[in-house]
């Protein structure tokens, strides 16, 4: 027979196992903490990294533009200046030569009558040295008579002749420092930056805000570019701080900038730190094929034509779900109706002629809100060309998605103009997504969807 552990040895044993396993545990997550931190670091250090070159690589863009800017700057105020120098001295050529073109005329008369005096002093002298000789002396005297040497001709006086001069601006010198003293200037950071980037559904919502508080903005400028193609390309210039870039291809890289002109100024503010956005959202579009409208070429934008057919016109495919913005902007309007409608709904029922109907949420140009068809008591301003209305719908329980079976309730926000309404829509079954559709009785409606 083996020889029997004592209990207390027995326990000693398992004590200082469990304590190895501890220490074993600790160590390991030891290991993994520093690993962690490790890694930290190095992302942190690579964060420093790129301040570094974002840095260095705009001071190397500042001098190379400042450098830049003041050699032409100063090729072109040294060719200015050549040239009004030219264009003055051109100008006192002319004078020159208009105010000495009357006098040449009258010395060349002055000149023709000393001629003619010396050459009739030449033959009265003669006709003098030749004695009695009457035919000499008579010819000479009817030759002076008709000379008129009591005539002279009139010689300007210098008051009335040219004085050429010239008009300097003293002042011009030291407007001149004045303006290049304060001409351009360097910042560490744009007034201006882009704070927010959102997918939209076939677009970008981007906001911006100031980031100097001496800054007062009067005009925004947002500009964006393909694939970091270097290509910058107007999207928006306007008083607001947001701008939905539409027409955007989903999964494509776009790069965003924003500057701002300050009150009062001609020119623009330094561009915004360059930020990337991509959209994973394909556009909203609406169906083909409905007789009442007519679609625009990316089917984003119906225009209700002339065809007696009224109906409702849906969108292609439940698109719209909960947690995005949907927003419908009037393009143009129409002749108002009561049945009129824009909004979405459950299902994309054929045959009738307005969303104010069960399952779906709408509101008319008047501004009535309607929920499952009946009227809501709280209204919003009337839409009316350039009109936005923007739907907001959340599920009230901590559901993430339409499919989830105990999402039921949603809760809705309808925005347009500066109110908005909130309230919450009860569904009898959940769904994945909605549909979005509009109603006019009437022609020349056009609404955008984005």
């Known amino acids: 027979m083996g020889q029997k552990v004592p209990d207390g040895q027995e326990k000693n044993t398992t004590m200082e196992i469990e304590i190895q396993a501890d220490l074993l545990k600790e160590a390991t997550e030891s290991i993994e903490a520093a690993k962690n931190y490790k890694d930290e670091l190095e992302q942190r250090l690579q964060g420093l990294s790129q301040a570094r070159k974002q840095i260095n690589g705009s001071a190397v863009q500042a001098r190379s533009s400042l450098q830049h800017h003041f050699r032409e700057l100063k090729e072109t105020v040294i060719r200015l200046l050549d040239e009004r120098s030219a264009s003055l001295l051109q100008e006192v050529n002319k004078m020159e030569e208009e105010s000495i073109r009357p006098l040449d005329d009258c010395q060349k008369l002055i000149e023709h009558g000393v001629n003619t005096a010396e050459e009739l002093l030449r033959e009265g002298e003669i006709a003098v040295l030749g004695g009695t000789a009457e035919e000499k002396l008579g010819n000479f005297t009817k030759k002076a008579l008709q000379i008129q040497l009591d005539s002279l001709p009139e010689v300007p006086s210098l008051v009335e002749v040219a004085c050429l001069s010239i008009q300097l601006d003293n002042s011009f010198?030291?407007?001149?420092?004045?303006?290049?003293?304060?001409?351009?200037?360097?910042?560490?950071?744009?007034?201006?930056?882009?704070?927010?980037?959102?997918?939209?559904?076939?677009?970008?919502?981007?906001?911006?805000?100031?980031?100097?508080?001496?800054?007062?903005?009067?005009?925004?400028?947002?500009?964006?570019?393909?694939?970091?193609?270097?290509?910058?390309?107007?999207?928006?210039?306007?008083?607001?701080?947001?701008?939905?870039?539409?027409?955007?291809?989903?999964?494509?890289?776009?790069?965003?900038?924003?500057?701002?002109?300050?009150?009062?100024?001609?020119?623009?503010?330094?561009?915004?730190?360059?930020?990337?956005?991509?959209?994973?959202?394909?556009?909203?579009?609406?169906?083909?094929?409905?007789?009442?409208?007519?679609?625009?070429?990316?089917?984003?934008?119906?225009?209700?034509?002339?065809?007696?057919?009224?109906?409702?016109?849906?969108?292609?495919?439940?698109?719209?779900?909960?947690?995005?913005?949907?927003?419908?902007?009037?393009?143009?309007?129409?002749?108002?109706?009561?049945?009129?409608?824009?909004?979405?709904?459950?299902?994309?029922?054929?045959?009738?002629?307005?969303?104010?109907?069960?399952?779906?949420?709408?509101?008319?140009?008047?501004?009535?809100?309607?929920?499952d068809g009946k009227e809501m008591t709280n209204q919003l301003p009337c839409v009316s060309t350039g009109s936005s209305v923007t739907f907001d719908m959340d599920v009230v329980n901590f559901g993430s998605t339409f499919n989830d079976a105990s999402c039921f309730k949603l809760r809705v926000i309808i925005s347009s103009g500066n109110r908005e309404v909130v309230f919450d829509w009860l569904l009898d079954q959940p769904c994945e997504a909605l549909y979005f559709g509009c109603s006019f009785v009437y022609p020349g409606w056009k609404v955008l969807v984005f």
């Open 173 to 371: 010198l030291g407007f001149v420092k004045e303006r290049i003293a304060t001409h351009a200037a360097v910042a560490s950071r744009a007034p201006v930056q882009i704070e927010e980037l959102t997918e939209r559904p076939g677009g970008i919502l981007v906001r911006w805000c100031k980031d100097d508080d001496d800054f007062v903005p009067q005009e925004y400028r947002l500009q964006l570019c393909k694939n970091s193609a270097g290509h910058f390309e107007d999207a928006y210039s306007g008083a607001d701080t947001e701008f939905v870039v539409l027409h955007v291809d989903p999964n494509v890289c776009y790069n965003f900038r924003v500057c701002a002109r300050g009150e009062g100024r001609r020119e623009w503010s330094p561009w915004s730190v360059p930020q990337a956005a991509i959209t994973t959202l394909s556009a909203h579009e609406w169906i083909t094929g409905c007789e009442g409208f007519s679609l625009s070429s990316r089917r984003d934008m119906a225009l209700r034509n002339n065809s007696p057919t009224c109906g409702v016109l849906y969108s292609k495919e439940p698109t719209y779900t909960s947690g995005q913005t949907l927003t419908f902007r009037m393009e143009a309007a129409g002749m108002p109706d009561k049945r009129d409608s824009i909004g979405v709904c459950v299902e994309a029922q054929n045959g009738c002629d307005s969303l104010q109907r069960d399952k779906a949420v709408c509101i008319s140009p008047n501004g009535a809100v309607f929920v």
